[in-house]
């Protein structure tokens, strides 16, 4: 390897790239992993039970809607995740969905114990 006359051999410090990453940018992409894993999962969780309750048709086969429509629910959310602008914001999206699917499961009796399965 050819050494550099203007540093006598010594090669230079290391800068910073501009494009690095500080720890507080991972912090917040791993809290939207984490974000998009859990609450996307409760968020499809309780559309899957909402829809099993509401939609018009047999038992079993509102339970497989409700399941499939499931898939399309979690990368939905997993997408909001990631498009919103801050971590509160996707924070804040996905609890009131979450809250509104909780009132629509208990307005449609989804916590009433029946005394059978």
């Not at 804040?92 to 029946?114: K, M, Y």
């Amino acid at each position: 390897m050819a050494s550099d006359s203007r540093t006598g051999g010594i090669p230079p410090d290391p800068l910073p790239l501009p494009g690095a990453v500080g720890w507080s940018a991972r912090l917040a992409v791993a809290g939207r992993v984490g974000l998009a894993a859990f609450g996307g999962y409760g968020v499809a969780a309780l559309a899957t039970a909402l829809g099993a309750l509401v939609l018009p048709l047999s038992r079993a086969e509102a339970v497989t809607a409700a399941t499939e429509a499931s898939f399309a629910i979690m990368a939905g959310a997993v997408i909001f995740v990631f498009a919103a602008a801050t971590l509160i914001r996707a924070t804040l999206g996905i609890a009131a969905c979450a809250a509104i699917l909780t009132a629509g499961l208990w307005l449609a009796g989804g916590f009433a114990a029946t005394g059978h399965a």
